[in-house]
């Protein structure tokens, strides 16, 4: 089961208190009153109340004229509220880079690795044993943020008004810099997902810093938007492609998979004090993993042989071998054949 969102059940929330906000007291026709709550409207003329734990339909007809009076001020009001928020939610809508990211994950930093495999890793980086200086640090400089210096680049659909969940695609990149190709707004837009990618997670930076902060990334387009929780996925190229797939490693329950383009994985060497049998159990065993090349990008020959360890662990893994194609992330052509075989579908 994938994780929910808070901004999903933030949601739900608004909606039920909305629901039972309207207390007040009715007259009916006849003059006899009653303390009930506002529920909803039913067909054209009749309103849904609630008293006592229990809802009752009322006719228009069987109520007084200020009881009308107020259904029709509340109707007036609720359509310059849906107005009011149809108007925030395109003011949130299209390229923004520089965003702040405001959230973590967890708020407590020991959550990031609190899980047993989570250990493992936090472990085998920590030694500084694994791939060199380059993951070296402490928990402290993995987990500072600094709402100046953290920031991500995000992608809005035009057609997002907040009334729908939307999917969610976390983009890692090799290099300093957030990115998200502008070819693949048509994608994101026919996909319903809002795309985000980190600044400062490139090649430099220690694995731990770098998942930690993209995941904190996306916790934040989380808390801003309506994001479904069963439509995620992690993408990223060369060293952000290995990224990619050691972040769904390690976070198997939020992802459906991992896209990596123009990077071979090794199994299990790219995945710090994890092992082969740690793909195989729990939601980990649930997960996709695609990898994207062709035989101009100069990983290939090694893609075409670490391909052949994760068919013989029997992991839902595919390679997409792409005639032309270099060390490049996915065009915009291949990119939905890569998140319709996660088991992303278009709306």
């Known amino acids: 089961?994938?994780?929910?969102?808070?901004?999903?059940?933030?949601?739900?929330?608004?909606?039920?208190?909305?629901?039972?906000?309207?207390?007040?007291?009715?007259?009916?026709?006849?003059?006899?009153?009653?303390e009930a709550?506002?529920?909803?409207?039913?067909?054209?003329?009749?309103?849904?109340?609630?008293?006592?734990?229990?809802?009752?339909?009322?006719?228009?007809?069987?109520?007084?004229q200020?009881?009308?009076?107020?259904?029709?001020?509340?109707?007036?009001?609720?359509?310059?509220?849906?107005?009011k928020r149809a108007a925030?939610?395109?003011?949130?809508?299209?390229?923004?880079?520089?965003?702040?990211?405001?959230?973590?994950?967890?708020?407590?930093?020991?959550?990031?690795?609190?899980d047993s495999e989570r250990k493992k890793f936090i472990r085998a980086v920590g030694?500084?044993?694994?791939?060199?200086?380059?993951?070296?640090?402490?928990?402290?400089?993995?987990?500072?943020?600094?709402?100046?210096?953290?920031t991500c680049s995000i992608y809005v659909?035009?057609?997002?008004?907040?009334?729908?969940?939307?999917?969610?695609?976390?983009y890692i990149n090799h290099s300093p810099n957030?990115?998200?190709?502008?070819?693949?707004?048509?994608?994101?837009?026919?996909?319903?997902?809002?795309?985000?990618?980190?600044?400062?997670?490139?090649n430099d930076v220690s694995y731990a810093r770098?998942?930690?902060?993209?995941?904190?990334?996306?916790?934040?387009?989380?808390?801003?938007?309506?994001?479904?929780?069963?439509?995620?996925?992690?993408?990223?190229?060369?060293?952000g492609g290995h990224m990619a797939m050691l972040t769904a490693a390690l976070f198997p329950e939020m992802f459906l998979g991992a896209i990596s383009s123009a990077a071979q994985s090794y199994l299990p060497g790219h995945f710090p004090g994890l092992d082969v049998g740690d793909f195989k159990r729990g939601e980990r065993k649930k997960n996709k993993w695609l990898v994207i090349s062709g035989e101009k990008d100069r990983n290939h020959p090694e893609i075409l042989k670490t391909s052949k360890d994760w068919e013989k662990a029997r992991l839902d893994y595919k390679f997409l071998d792409v005639p032309g194609m270099g060390h490049f992330p996915p065009s915009a052509e291949r990119l939905p054949e890569c998140l319709e075989w996660i088991g992303l579908k278009k709306p």
């Open 127 to 150: 030694s500084g044993n694994h791939g060199g200086d380059v993951n070296n640090g402490s928990q402290e400089e993995w987990m500072a943020r600094d709402l100046v210096n953290d």
């Open 210 to 239: 770098r998942v930690c902060l993209s995941m904190d990334a996306l916790a934040s387009v989380e808390k801003d938007y309506n994001i479904d929780p069963n439509r995620r996925v992690v993408a990223g190229t060369s060293g």
């Open 88 to 114: 925030k939610a395109k003011s949130m809508t299209g390229r923004f880079d520089n965003k702040p990211i405001h959230s973590r994950l967890f708020t407590d930093a020991k959550g990031y690795f609190k």
């Open 178 to 202: 957030a990115h998200i190709n502008k070819a693949w707004y048509p994608i994101f837009d026919e996909f319903k997902m809002i795309a985000v990618s980190a600044n400062k997670v490139g």
């Open 1 to 34: 089961m994938k994780i929910k969102s808070s901004s999903l059940l933030a949601g739900i929330m608004v909606l039920l208190a909305s629901e039972q906000m309207d207390a007040r007291t009715w007259t009916s026709s006849d003059g006899k009153a009653i």
């Open 157 to 170: 659909p035009s057609s997002y008004d907040a009334t729908e969940a939307y999917g969610i695609f976390l």
């Open 37 to 64: 709550e506002f529920v909803r409207y039913e067909g054209g003329d009749k309103v849904v109340i609630e008293m006592n734990g229990k809802e009752f339909t009322v006719p228009f007809s069987k109520l007084s």
């Open 66 to 83: 200020t009881d009308l009076e107020w259904l029709e001020q509340k109707k007036k009001e609720d359509a310059e509220s849906a107005v």
